[in-house]
């Protein structure tokens, strides 16, 4: 994924059980083995401080305990080292989105990391999608993820 516009457009994907305007472009079984946790209790056990409450499908990670307050199970997504997180909630058709270049020093959410996971939580009372609150946030023009809009 390149840009917030195309991880929301892969996440509506999989929330449409692998349709897109109109077009299958992966089955249903598929998208549930990428969405379902495939750890078994003892994995999740040993990895518990980086697992959070969560397994690991098939290319991201599936809440599966509420160990914190924005884990919702059958949440799927995926946090990466260089300040990156996309994550989905079927239950609620929720997409949340960030898109940064500050790396993690460790497990530990960073404060600019802990405040989007606050905004992730309220998004999951809600309902919201917070692509466009973080895009406007940043000044990225539409469509590119990237700069500031002129």
């Known amino acids: 994924m390149s840009t917030a516009d195309d ?3 892969f996440a509506r994907l999989l929330l449409n059980g692998g349709e897109a305007n109109g077009r299958r472009l992966l089955r249903p079984a598929s998208v549930s083995r990428m969405t379902t946790n495939h750890l078994t209790t003892a994995q ?4 518990a401080l980086f697992l959070e409450g969560q397994g690991w499908g098939y290319g991201g990670q599936v809440d599966v305990t509420p160990a914190d307050p924005w884990n919702v199970p059958g949440r799927y997504g ?3 080292g260089s300040g990156t997180a996309a994550h989905l909630v079927p239950s609620t058709g929720t997409v949340t989105i960030l898109l940064t270049q500050v790396a993690m020093e460790d497990p530990t959410p960073s404060p600019a990391d802990a405040g989007f996971l606050a905004l992730r939580g309220a998004s999951l009372t809600t309902g919201a999608a917070v692509v466009t609150a973080l895009r406007r946030a940043e000044g990225t023009r539409p469509g590119t993820g990237i700069g500031r809009e002129r």
């Open 78 to 80: 995926s946090v990466g």
């Open 44 to 47: 999740r056990d040993a990895g």
């Open 7 to 9: 991880w929301l457009a």
